[in-house]
């Protein structure tokens, strides 16, 4: 596997430009899907390794906090149980996915620092492997919705495909994320702290238990700026069987351009001295 990792990486030694490196460091880890699907299924099988049910125990957990918070805030606010239920599972799967996403991307360098020092290895790829970790859980967790829309009563529509192309979207800004958050820990190994943090509070400013509708006056006009609310927007309308509004697909597409330009320039900058801070 080393030759494999290392092929499209230059060599120090060759006169290429920073940008040049960044950019080939970006393909050549994108396009190693055989790679980092196997790290990535690796590292799911030895997290959850002598467990009766690996990832199903964040599924369970997911489940019973639906289940309680569901029925009792519907209560507090005059809800249908079958209409909020959808809703609420919906956001908290996709939460949980950009929650983990982002927390255990902070460390995605420094627990590979062997791997670093020993191989040419394209950084792009770690983030690879961090993303597609979370991914295989949340295709565990989609059991749990799957669930709730029987309960429900809501059924597929032709606008539910819409899910292919809007969570591909949030996979592309979740491994820039990742990629940024993980070059600024190595670096800062505070940060990793701060961003729990910020998770922690966007929680409650996210519309995941509640809905924009629910926002009035100035208030509402600034839910827009949250991009948060559009990565989890644009992925949970087409799971209620609806399709995303034209503002969440420019937010997230625009968010995918900025973030892997911000990504190229700072990986030409200081990519070569990540390994000097882990």
């Given at each position: 596997m080393q030759s494999t990792v290392a092929l499209n990486i230059p060599h120090p030694g060759r006169a290429l430009s920073p940008y040049r490196v960044a950019v080939i460091d970006v393909l050549s880890g994108l396009m190693a899907a055989n790679i980092w699907g196997r790290l990535g299924w690796r590292e799911t099988k030895r997290r959850y390794r002598r467990t009766a049910f690996g990832p199903f125990w964040t599924t369970v957990s997911i489940a019973l906090f639906v289940t309680t918070l569901g029925l009792v805030w519907s209560n507090l606010w005059n809800k249908d149980p079958k209409a909020y239920l959808p809703y609420l599972t919906a956001g908290m799967i996709l939460w949980v996915f950009i929650s983990s996403t982002c927390t255990e991307g902070c460390a995605a360098f420094t627990l590979n620092e062997k791997l670093i020092k020993q191989l040419r290895i394209s950084y792009t790829l770690l983030a690879c492997v961090s993303v597609w970790r979370n991914v295989t859980v949340i295709v565990h967790n989609l059991t749990i919705y799957v669930l709730v829309c029987i309960y429900a009563g809501l059924y597929p529509t032709w606008a539910t495909l819409l899910v292919i192309p809007a969570f591909a979207l949030l996979a592309i800004n979740a491994v820039w994320v990742v990629a940024l958050l993980a070059a600024t820990c190595a670096r800062y190994r505070d940060m990793q702290q701060l961003v729990t943090n910020i998770l922690q509070i966007s929680l409650f400013l996210t519309p995941i238990f509640w809905s924009p509708e629910q926002l009035t006056g100035r208030v509402a006009e600034l839910m827009e700026f949250n991009p948060l609310y559009h990565l989890v927007a644009v992925v949970r309308q087409p799971l209620l069987g609806?399709?995303?509004?034209?503002?969440?697909?420019?937010?997230?597409?625009?968010?995918?351009?900025?973030?892997?330009?911000?990504?190229?320039?700072?990986?030409g900058k200081l990519r070569h001295r990540i390994v000097y801070w882990l």
């Open positions: 609806e399709a995303p509004d034209l503002s969440h697909w420019v937010a997230v597409i625009a968010m995918a351009v900025f973030g892997w330009a911000l990504t190229l320039a700072v990986m």
